[in-house]
């Protein structure tokens, strides 16, 4: 099968939505397309009433790319909540919008001021991305306005977890993001230690019997204990405002930066700093939320000079994601949200739109593999590698959404997606693979 050889089309992005707008009629294919008696009895044996996924909701659909079939389903049609298998969502409006760059940040010259408005790149100051050069940027200015009255989505999304917000996993939105909104937290003896410095006066000890540095809810305000001061969770989010932000970036550029919440100009210019596919490859590899979510706000920021994560959903599915079997349920960019909706079946529609317009040494470079890369690193492991998906799990809930070699040498999409299981996903995960391994031997 003839894949592109490059990111971006060859066509423009009108002509390129009518080339992924394809009917996707899954629901009308014969579930037994492809598979012998003996191969359809095994996976109905596995996943049917007598099974272990029984005892909860499971939906299955495994798809043939080559022939456009469904050689098998099971509840494809029932939404599941989709947790960070979201992220494919997110990874094909990235490529379809922001193709090869990030979206930095708009800029008017005013002078020897600088007005500044983000656009929602999580690069500066976090991991180890190709970093904004702000110095070169701000070199022929004395001073820079910025301003966040752009950003119209919250710093929370949309059925978010309230008590997720100490967790790195959870850090807040925001239009020009530094260190990842983000306090690094380093144990030095029994004290704990914190990057960027300027937090460090707001740390305090205590005696409540805690493992870790804790951010109290309303304030950028840190306790530990040192008897029992573990330091294992490396990163805190830190509550972010308007003027905490410009006093980081004032004291990492050696700039003066003023807030000022001054409306976006019709005419302004944009400066797209840094590669996009590290950042795709790391959301989808590590499944970062932070970085899920800042790109929905650089997608919408691309469409709309504003940064409104609603309203990008909104456009992509009635401009590329019209032709899914079922319409999705789809609240934010990471799928921290429990309003995420996802039927099997839409989920591997929307891989197979991925699958035809990312080029494949690219593909299986930014999926999970397993027993090698990612969050499949420690599953599905095998002498030769044959699971390449996404994974997504929270309390009772745990997908995957990929791709599967087989012993053949064929490769086949499914989703495998599960809800309301009493166990650990452990369990669950234990469970699939069994049912993968089957797969992967008689095909």
Known sequence: MSKPKSLLSKFPISQEAMVLAFAFFLALVPASAQLNRDQYARLESALGETSFFSGHLTGFMLYDLDSQRVLFEKNSQIRFIPASTTKLFTLF????ILQDSTQTLRYVADGDTLRIWGSGDPSWKYKEFAQPDFRRLLAPFRAVVFSD???????????????DYYFDYAAE???LPIYGNLVRVKKSGSQALVFPASFQPYVSTTTRPIKELERD???NTFEYNPLTFQGKEEFIPFLTSAQLF???????????????????PAENQVWRASPLFPLLKEMM???DNFIAEQLMLMVSDRLFQNLD????????????????????KWVDGSGLSRHNLFTPRSMVALFDKLYRILPEDQLYDILPTGGRTGTLKNSYQAAQPYIFAKTGTMSNNHSLVGLVKTKSGKTYCFAFMNSNYPYTASVVRREMEKVMVMVREML
Not at 154 to 161: A, I, R, T
Request: no cysteine; proline share 7%.
């Open 149 to 163: 009255a752009n950003q119209l989505s919250p710093e929370f999304g949309y059925g978010w977890q309230w008590d």
């Open 173 to 175: 939105r925001t239009s």
């Open 285 to 287: 590899l590590e499944s």
């Open 309 to 328: 994560t609603e309203r990008a959903i909104e456009y992509i599915q009635k401009t590329y994601l019209f032709d899914l079997p079922d319409q999705p």
């Open 93 to 96: 409006s990235s490529l379809l």
């Open 217 to 219: 809810f309303h304030a």
């Open 246 to 264: 410009v006093d980081l970036a004032s004291s990492e550029t050696g700039k003066p930066w003023i807030y000022r919440a001054d409306p976006l």
